[in-house]
């Protein structure tokens, strides 16, 4: 955590309309940048470990820690978002720091009091006043319970949870409006991804869903014993307050050379690897904060996962697509790691599918070539495919680019832990693993069970339901229905011109009268003109501009034809 004397406090946040005005400042701010506009193939092809030669992306890394904990949030989420944000704002967004001036103690008192019900001396025999660590939405306090356990006391800021509310409600309204408005919006769709990352936020101020993703992290973590999670006290845990065992260890990558030396650190730098792997291909589990800091390595030689309460699910479907990318990929198979790239991303109108399949091709014939310490990175590599996808029309899904992103940080955490790791071997070997044990509970009684029912249900099924289709054909009473012509949309539309092309003949004609009886020497005038040619005119004038007002501001561009991989 940052000095408290230099650290600066948040300022105060803007509501309403200022607020949002504030937002599409900062929005527009960046738009010529690229961020958030996607990318073009030769960018997404380019070397992306280039130096930062300017402080532009610096700098929009400090506007966004101005704006508050959402856009701080909003920076984590976007640093797993290659195809959104260009190669130096990633590295920038990497680098983005979330620790924030710590409350008064008074206040951390007050909200942990009022979310316990009871008095801080009657919960903890100890707790201290200055914080452990700080960050925009929390900070935490070390604890000792009354039965002597220590424990580690995370409180939410009070107040943050309104403000944050607001601005995803803002941002939903934006973001919205882009995808109406913009090419970019229609291409990357922000308003889902908005939709997403507003769950995930709130889910994560609700400390109640982190303690059940540590509890139930830590069971999936009871094949490794290196790896564990700190428990949840549940005694002392609330929505806004989470008090959980406190482990004492130092950052993964922060491990110094002469441990390294005395310690055989290997074990733990292939376990980490593993169970990630696990958590994923077997549970269903993307950590969504991946960050080499949530990992301590403890002085008993394990590894403490911490920081769960941003958590991903995948799909088993999903799943089973990411398992036959990543397997196809370290087996060299380019043209499947395309396939299922597309099978499960969406193909816009513009996909140029020969060009990726192509690109994807020569990549991942690099990355199979490459081996031993020159072995390319398994995560750099889905990030490249989530990123050529972006340039050549495909819209890849979020789990690809969390993937890639938490295989990334694994490696760098892998490699800090043992530097002479070989990791593609790592990867490759617990794959194998896992499509294994897949096929063995594939071939399970009870799997195996579920099937001949169904085969059973198909058997008695079908010769009544082929009667039932040779009826219908002997009676000229089979009928077939198709799907995707909207008859109320389209009568709408048809009325909608209709109404505006008898709208314009009026306004032509009312022009018409108005024009010839301007000629009229006699009878009232208004403004100099005649009265009844002006007032024609005058309501001519309000039709024809009802009109284009209507045209601008109701009507849509079509929908971009878009193309979902099969289910």
């Known amino acids: 955590m940052t000095d408290p004397a230099t650290s600066p406090s948040p300022p105060p946040q803007a509501s309403g309309l200022a607020r949002t ?3 599409v400042r900062f929005l527009a701010k960046y738009r010529s940048a690229g961020v958030f506009s996607g990318l073009d193939v030769e960018a997404s092809t380019a070397d992306t470990d280039l130096d930062i030669e300017d402080g532009r992306p610096e700098e929009f890394v400090s506007d966004l820690e101005a704006l508050g904990p959402t856009f701080i949030k909003i920076g984590q989420a976007l640093s797993t978002r290659p195809d959104m ?5 990633l590295k920038a967004l990497e680098r983005m720091q979330d620790d924030v001036a710590p409350l008064p103690f008074a206040d951390i008192k ?14 903890f025999s100890e707790f201290e006043d200055t914080s452990l660590g700080g960050a925009s939405l929390a900070q935490v306090h070390r604890a000792r319970l009354r039965d002597g356990r220590l424990v580690a006391v995370k409180v939410q800021r009070p107040g943050i949870t309104d403000g944050i509310r607001d601005d995803l409600d803002a941002l939903a309204s934006l973001a919205d409006k882009a995808d109406r408005w913009t090419d970019a919006g229609r291409r990357m769709r ?21 303690a059940e993703n540590l509890e139930r992290f830590n069971q999936h973590f009871a094949g490794y014993p290196e790896l564990f999670v700190p428990q949840p006290v549940w005694d002392y845990t609330r929505a806004k307050v989470l008090t959980m065992a406190l482990v004492d260890g130092v950052k993964a990558t922060d491990i110094s050379g002469l441990r390294r030396t005395e310690q055989d650190l290997g074990p733990l730098a292939s376990a980490v690897m593993r169970g990630y792997l696990d958590q994923v291909f077997v549970h269903g589990e993307i950590h969504a904060d991946p960050h080499p800091g949530n990992l301590l390595v403890t002085n008993d030689n394990r590894i403490a996962l911490l920081d769960l309460g941003m958590v991903a699910h995948v799909p088993p479907r999903r799943r089973e697509q990411l398992l036959k990318l990543l397997f196809a990929a370290v087996d060299g198979r380019g043209e499947e790691v395309a396939a299922e790239a597309i099978g499960m991303g969406t193909r816009l109108e513009d996909f140029d599918e020969e060009t990726y399949i192509r690109e ?4 991942v014939a690099r990355y199979a070539a490459s081996s031993g310490g020159r072995a390319q990175s398994e995560g750099r590599l889905v990030l490249d495919v989530t990123l050529l996808g972006s340039a050549c029309g495909l819209r890849a899904p979020p789990e690809l680019s969390l993937l890639g992103k938490t295989l990334l940080n694994l490696e760098a955490v892998s ?3 043992d530097p002479d790791m070989d990791v593609k071997s790592v990867v490759e070997d617990h794959l194998e693993h896992v499509m294994r044990e897949r096929l ?5 009684p009870a799997r195996l069970a579920s099937e001949a029912m169904e085969v059973q249900a198909l058997v008695r099924d079908a010769p009544r339901k082929l009667s039932d289709i040779l009826g219908l054909l002997a009676e000229n009473r089979l009928q077939v229905r198709m799907t995707g012509l909207d ?11 209709a109404n505006r092309i008898s709208t314009g003949i009026i306004v032509a004609a009312l022009i018409l009268a108005s024009a010839m009886l301007m000629r009229m020497e006699g009878g009232p005038r208004l403004f100099g003109y005649p009265a009844l040619a002006f007032v024609l005119f005058s309501i001519a004038a309000v039709l024809g501009l009802g009109i284009v007002a209507s045209a601008m501001l109701r009507d849509r561009k079509a929908k971009p034809n878009e193309t979902h991989g099969p289910r």
């Open 21 to 23: 005005a504030q937002i």
């Open 85 to 89: 944000v260009p190669a130096p704002y």
């Open 110 to 123: 007050a909200a942990v009091e009022e979310a316990l019900g009871v008095k801080l001396s009657q919960a």
């Open 190 to 210: 922000f308003s889902g991804w908005v939709h997403e990352f507003r769950k995930t936020l709130l889910a994560e101020l609700d400390y109640r869903v982190e």
């Open 360 to 363: 994807v091709g020569q990549m």
């Open 415 to 417: 490699r800090a832990l």
């Open 440 to 444: 063995k509970k594939s071939f399970s």
């Open 487 to 497: 008859d109320s949309q389209l009568m709408e539309n048809v009325q909608k011109i």
